[in-house]
DNA sequence: TTTTTTCTTGATTGACGAGTCAATAAAGAA
DNA sequence: TTCTTTATTGACTCGTCAATCAAGAAAAAA
């Protein structure tokens, strides 16, 4: 059965699984057994591939981002002028594949690990950054010299709603939350002319 | 040396032994032998008290949801009328004392929480939920039928700026994030009247 | 075929931690 | 004083888990 070239087959099936179990206990104190049962194979194998617990989630970590980062840029692709690309980004945010349970599980454990991980602040870090000058870069035309406190409060609505959204009991979420942030963005625009 | 009435005392100093210890490491993932010895006693004691681990969380979790809305209550009674009122509510959370590592992170590990454990959940909810209503109190004499709407995204932004602000790696936060919040409180009240 | 490389796991180690319990000690009640 | 209630802990149980390792199995190379 061992055939080559299994190790990016494996990795990826470690993430994955490692996603899926954080979604399922909420937490990331789990066990490198669970997730390496999920991904059917042995925990020796999953140290093998990774080193360690926590080289895992900052794999699964990189790979939740990246997946964010490309539903962002096929947005911003299929969007023409600053004012639909600030609408496809924010409408981004919200995707019902953002509010599966696995992900918002995923997303509030990075941010607790960003505190007390170096490499996980640096992630995070990465897409704050992003996403503000995402924004800033379409907001400019728009609003010139105050494009980047408008920035921050849009970042800061996205990701407060999120939060918001995503601990909410009641599923039922990203319409809304969309909707009030383009509100937002349509009521600042207003406010710049 | 064993008085009456240690009871009291002693949950007390567990619990504020309980945020620091979180506060220290950043996660949940702490033992109740360390959270005894900051308190100063064994941690036989603590379960005795507590009955378990996750008791002591819970009541972590109400002691801080306690000490904020006493800082809400506080500032609200020096307030007069419904504008400085919102003023008042939005200063309050970003208060420095709410910028304190220990409470950052009591907060975001209870938002953890929150995804898996009932209680956690409708402590969680409720703090919401008094938010919610102390700004649509106040904004309903000022906006009207939009107060719902404009205090949804006024407690979005307070809550995606405290997250933002939180998880900065270079401390120096509160001011602006303030200077945010009012700055769309009073592009709502401009955009209502 | 023999050898080497890649893949894989069961078993083990070593450590740690939640929760229990029996026993001690002090204070107040009777 | 004797009894009861409250406070307190050290020692122990039982379980779990991350990480290691030696060894097996299959493909590819020689």
Redesign the pocket.
């Known amino acids: 059965?061992?055939?080559?070239?299994?190790?990016p087959?494996?990795r990826a099936a470690l993430v994955k699984a490692t996603i899926d179990e954080i979604g399922a206990t909420g937490t990331l104190?789990?066990?490198?057994?669970?997730?390496?049962k999920r991904a059917?194979?042995?925990?020796?194998?999953a140290?093998?591939?990774f080193?360690?617990?926590?080289?895992?989630f900052l794999a699964a970590m990189r790979h939740t981002l990246t997946v964010y980062g490309a539903e962002v840029r096929g947005a911003l692709a299929m969007a023409d002028g600053p004012k639909l690309r600030l609408e496809a980004i924010i409408r981004a945010g919200f995707t019902s594949s953002n509010f599966r349970r696995e992900v918002i599980a995923a997303w509030l454990n990075f941010y607790v690990l960003a505190q007390s991980n170096p490499q996980a602040q640096r992630l995070l870090t990465i897409y704050q950054r992003r996403l503000h000058s995402n924004l800033v870069f379409n907001l400019r035309p728009l609003v010139g010299g105050h494009a980047d406190a408008v920035a921050e409060r849009i970042a800061g609505l996205i990701d407060g709603l999120y939060l918001r959204r995503g601990l909410d009991p009641r599923g039922e979420a990203g319409v809304d939350a969309t909707a009030h942030v383009l509100a937002l963005l349509h009521a600042e625009l207003r406010a710049a002319s």
Do not use: C
């Open positions: 059965m061992p055939k080559l070239g299994m190790e087959i494996r104190d789990i066990t490198v057994s669970k997730i390496a059917g194979m042995s925990s020796a194998l140290h093998h591939y080193g360690g617990k926590e080289q895992i």
